[in-house]
């Protein structure tokens, strides 16, 4: 998607006049000190036309998510092989 520079689209609330920036390169995305100045900032950005350049992260995950993953999988697991997946009895 090209766009001109200094072009500007609508966001999805139109009706309070608000333009949504989109952002050109990522040295536009400022350092953020709270979620709170996340969310106002992205209210009015979009970092659409940047996506390609972000970097991946590993994502951490806590003891507790861990061993509810590990549950739920192991349950799953048991389920699919050998019993019926219905609810019913016989």
Known sequence: MKMKKGT???????????????????EEIPAFK???EVAAWYQTH??????????????????TLRARVAARHRKTRRVSEGQPRTSFTR
Do not use: C, I, M, W
């Not at 979009?46 to 995950?61: G, I, K, N, Y």
């Open 8 to 26: 500007s689209a609508r966001n999805k609330d139109h009706r309070f006049g608000k333009k949504l920036v989109y952002v050109k390169s990522t």
């Open 46 to 63: 979009s970092t659409l036309l940047v996506q390609d350049q972000f970097e991946s992260v590993p994502a951490r995950v806590s003891g």
């Open 34 to 36: 709270s979620d709170d």
